[in-house]
């Protein structure tokens, strides 16, 4: 009897099957889609889902975690609920929600951190009890709502800043490769000079020129500093590959030159293409980072892990300063390097030389 035959794969197969065998790999994926949920879920699932997570209160300025505090909440009046927009989950999503109700702290599990306030008054209408679990800002804000709503700041501008560099550098790359000659040349000295400028330096340049800063512009810049990378890759793949069999035989039958680049020449290069977007997405939120803490990326009171190590770093020497730097710290370092070693493990996954077991 004939041996049977073993099932025909697609090379996808083979580069998933790579990629799960990579634990580390396969951890920082899994990283990446909890923050990524996070992210998406936004002010749904936040402890304060106030515009900003930005809902604080002097007396609890830089409490520690595990802090449980009693709230009186008094209605507030009609005349300031008619001018709120209307609540409904999909304007929460985008922008959270507006109190309904006055609050103030009446009691906490440390003492003497309140004077005692009367709540008896009428007005007052019941007490909350809150749980800060990681403890409060030198706002008085909570410190586990801004950590968790800055995931969807350092995955958006990383997101952003992918498809940015990848549409520009994708393009450029393609047609400096392909065309070669004096059209190579050109492009290829646009990259040089590109790539010699600091990427602090030409994010600060372009948010001079929009005469802006916010999270849009950071989003924009950060993007518009990462092509470079992409472009010098695709280039290459491509002055290897434009004289192929496939590609001469596509000459031959007169297929146009944007569908030859489109369909022929860029889908070959999407290994090495997903490999370095997960590189520039971590290099994006390190960026992103490093520029809000400098005070020339996202703008207070909207929470960017790099402007919370910042506001930490200002408290260093006090008991706060340690965890309200280091918490937003260890964020962007797991964030980090959960796209570093999924981007170790997609390179490897790509390497028809790395084995399959099983």
Known sequence: MAPALAPVRSPGYYVRQ????????????IFIVLCTLVALLGYWVLPDNSPDANNGFVQLQKQEPGLAVVFSQTPLPESALGSRPDDNALTTWLQG??????EAPVATNVAGL???TPIGSP?????????YWLGTDQAGRDTLSRLLLGTRISLG??????????????TIGAVAGYFGGWVDAVLLGLMTVVWSIPGIMLVIAISLALDSKGVWVSFVAVG???????ARVVRGQVLSLRSATFIEAGRVLG???HRLIARHLLPNLRGPLIVLATSNFAAAILLEAGLSFLGLGVQPPAPSWGLMVKEGYDLLGTRAGLWLTGLPGVAISLLVLSF??????????????TPVAG
């Open 18 to 29: 790579r990629l799960w065998q990579n634990r580390p790999a396969v951890t920082g994926l």
């Open 97 to 102: 929600c507006l109190p309904a109700h006055a």
């Open 114 to 116: 309140l004077r005692p």
């Open 123 to 131: 007005a007052a209408t019941r007490t909350i009890t809150r749980t």
């Open 157 to 170: 501008i990383g997101l952003v800043a992918v498809l940015i560099s990848l549409s520009l550098g994708m």
């Open 224 to 230: 518009l500093t990462m092509w470079v990378d992409v």
């Open 255 to 257: 297929l146009p030159t």
């Open 340 to 353: 570093n070693v999924l981007g170790n493990g997609l390179r490897d996954a790509y390497d028809p030389k």
